[in-house]
């Protein structure tokens, strides 16, 4: 890489901070404040790294390949049947973003609605939908530049035309309908009081009651602190109502901590209450009866008519289903319905009279179902060694649709009927060739013992002479599973000899909530040296050698992989952070901060601050040390981290290096987390991260 210019020097303004008698320095907290001056910096950096960027010998030939890759496999999903119809998302070859699709009982499918026609000099993509049961009406969350900030557009299923919009104040897609189609539950956060500090801008959220044709600011409060003496909610809570589509009762979930995409699964400190479907005429007077606390470890639950089926990692840390009634929800009382196996449960769907039940084993998913009366779960014949991505239930027939895909094996949608899964071959085929590639999982021994699980991707003739490019990655926080995902366009990595390790560290769901809590808060410094381990592992087995590694990390994955980089400079070639949690100790000062205070710790407790300290790399950069080659990466939009989190790490590692080696912050200016992303910028992303390594990797020799 040239560098003539170099990147713009950060100012530096050292605030010190003691907590619990530790002195911490930090010499860029000026950039949190996100003035003009932070702006302008920021600027300069996202300049210099796109000029070094584009210089890169290898970038335009893989932009080139990964596009032709990207391009060759239409993208389906988010699968959902309602009504007579299957609705899903659907982005061609030629389209930037994904539109709402319908598929209509005679085959046929027809756009409803895309998102790239909406007014303004972004581009707008589906966060998420919810069809009415009936199918006549979706509800479609869309949003700017991929920034959450959703606007719900109510949309009719057989014209396409969007009948209202509720602004945009939305975010997750826990919305339910209720069964007259034409009224629905959803979740809001408040306009925040201004000069608020950004901790303090999601507090006290509510769901309300939307009917079709009224004012959205008319809508009725269902869920709020205050309003109901049943319902326990502190500020921070987050209250969702789920109002099956048939049935006589409701759920409330309070959301304690941090959440997946779901209301029904991959759920972490939750409480559960269980009301009448009719008392939702009066909130306030709502005979709310708490179902299950936090400490119940309630991950995932299903309902019948009568029955409410929990999947608790409590007395089970790989869990197990409990079944209560709906109109006696005692759990000390619940009769176990799966026990708990070597098996993760992960989560449950009623679809008739049946229970499915989907597993996680040794990092592939399984599939059982049992008659609800009772019975042994019996295994479904699974047509793919790898994840189902989606799983979703017919609201009014004994049917759901199951999205399953592997490593090297492209998404396939089938359907369950009760009794055995049937391709539905609403899936195109893919014509990417993987039959050369193969993906095998180690078992890494970690310093203390625990084996480690380890999925190495590679050509098949692959020579283990040491000088392979191996791109180690990793996550391991929020007990997330990092499950097979097909990517065609990673093949421009293998076709260059380019190997994939995906590294399942403690902190993450490998093996259920004892692998989450291994890794979770002071015990964070087991996902950072479980990313090392296998890092020696990989060069042991002739993979590659040290020095010559290269790392990525996205999110919380900036954890391991920058807690990998300042413990360990010498290891790696070169290491790309996307997105990254980087200043741990200061992110429960940012707006999505507080809800991961329970993953993470606080600077209020000892213990906290010690968990917070092991994952913060933006403080353990020192002077004068030789770091490797840095990419990191950083949305404008982005709301869950922030990018002064990398921008801090960035200025620190480029004031501090001694290798001469590039450290880049390279800046999205139209993006956010990752999702909502066009075609385009993925491409652009992904050539730029892998021509970024393997320059790095070229040069270590």
Not at 545 to 557: F, H, I, N, V
Request: proline share 8%.
């Amino acid at each position: 890489m040239s560098d003539l210019t170099g990147p713009p020097i950060a100012r530096v303004d050292v605030v010190r901070d003691v907590h619990h008698g530790i002195t911490l320095d930090d010499a860029y907290r000026w950039m949190e404040a996100d003035g003009e001056e932070f702006h302008r910096w920021l600027d300069g950096q996202a300049s210099h790294a796109r000029e070094q960027l584009d210089t890169l010998p290898r970038r335009e030939e893989l932009l080139t390949r990964i596009r032709e890759l990207g391009g060759a496999l239409p993208q389906y999903s988010r699968f959902t049947p309602a009504g007579d119809s299957i609705f899903y998302l659907a982005r061609e070859p030629d389209a930037r973003v994904p539109v709402l699709t319908r598929r209509d009982p005679g085959g046929a499918s027809r756009v409803l609605f895309d998102p790239d026609t909406l007014p303004g000099e972004a581009h707008h993509a589906i966060d998420w939908y919810v069809p009415s049961p009936d199918g006549r009406h979706i509800a479609c969350a869309v949003s700017p530049s991929g920034s959450e900030e959703s606007t719900v557009q109510v949309i009719d299923a057989g014209s396409g035309a969007i009948r209202e919009t509720i602004p945009p104040t939305t975010r997750f897609a826990f919305l339910s309908w209720l069964e007259d189609g034409r009224s629905f539950v959803y979740h809001r956060f408040l306009d925040p009081p201004a000069g608020a500090p950004p901790e303090k801008r999601r507090l006290d959220s509510r769901s309300f009651l939307h009917r079709l044709g009224t004012d959205p600011a008319q809508d009725q409060v269902v869920l709020a602190r205050g309003l109901n003496p049943h319902l326990e909610l502190t500020p921070q809570d987050r209250p969702f109502l789920v109002v099956q589509p048939h049935g006589e009762w409701m759920l409330a979930i309070v959301s304690h901590s941090a959440l997946g995409p779901w209301t029904n699964e991959q759920l972490s400190d939750c409480s559960l209450y269980v009301a009448p479907r009719a008392a939702l005429a009066d909130p306030a007077t709502c005979p709310w009866r708490k179902v299950a606390a936090a400490a119940d470890g309630v991950t995932a639950f299903a309902t019948s008519h009568d029955t409410l089926y929990l999947v608790s990692h409590r007395d089970a840390p790989r869990s197990r289903v409990l079944a209560v009634p709906l109109a006696v929800p005692d759990l000390s009382q619940a009769r176990v319905v799966v026990p708990a196996g070597e098996r993760v449960v992960e989560a449950v769907r009623v679809v008739g009279d049946r229970l499915l039940v989907r597993d996680l084993d040794g990092g592939v998913h399984r599939v059982r179902h049992a008659p609800l009366s009772g019975g042994e779960p019996v295994d479904l014949p699974m047509p793919v060694e790898g994840a189902i991505w989606e799983w979703t239930t017919h609201p009014e027939r004994p049917e759901a649709l199951l999205l399953a895909a592997g490593w090297t094996d492209a998404p396939r949608l089938y359907r369950y009927d009760g009794e055995t899964l049937e391709d539905t071959r609403l899936a195109p085929r893919s014509p990417v060739d993987f039959g050369y590639v193969h993906a095998r999982i180690l078992h890494v021994p970690a310093r203390d013992g625990t084996r480690i699980p380890l999925t190495v991707i590679h050509r098949k003739d692959l020579e283990l002479d040491g000088d392979n490019p191996v791109l180690l990655t990793g996550y391991g926080s929020h007990g997330v599973t990092d499950l097979p995902q097909f990517r065609p366009e990673m093949l421009a990595w293998y076709e260059r000899g380019g190997v994939y390790a995906m590294a399942h560290l403690r902190g993450g769901g490998a093996y259920g909530r004892e692998w989450h809590e291994a890794g979770r808060g002071p015990r964070k410094e087991a996902t950072i040296t479980d990313f090392i381990d296998c890092a020696e592992h990989l060069s042991a087995l002739g993979y590659t050698r040290p020095g010559r590694l290269l790392g990525e990390g996205a999110s919380a994955g900036g954890i391991p992989t920058g807690g990998a980089l300042v413990r360990r400079p010498e290891l790696w070639a070169a290491m790309a952070m996307q997105v990254p949690t980087a200043n741990a100790t200061r992110t429960e000062f940012s707006e999505n901060g507080p809800i991961n205070v329970p993953e993470f710790g606080s600077v209020v407790t000892s213990d906290g601050l010690r968990g917070l300290l092991i994952a913060d790399a933006y403080l353990r950069v020192e002077d004068g040390v030789p770091y490797p080659a840095v990419l990191l990466t950083a949305g404008l939009r982005d709301a869950r981290v922030p990018p002064w989190q990398p921008a801090k790490l960035a200025a620190r590692l480029q004031a501090a290096t001694s290798s001469g080696l590039p450290v880049l912050l390279r800046v999205e200016e139209h993006g956010w987390h990752g999702a909502g992303s066009t075609r385009e910028q993925e491409h652009a992303l992904l050539a730029d991260v892998l021509a970024f390594l393997l320059h790095a990797f070229e040069g270590s020799r």
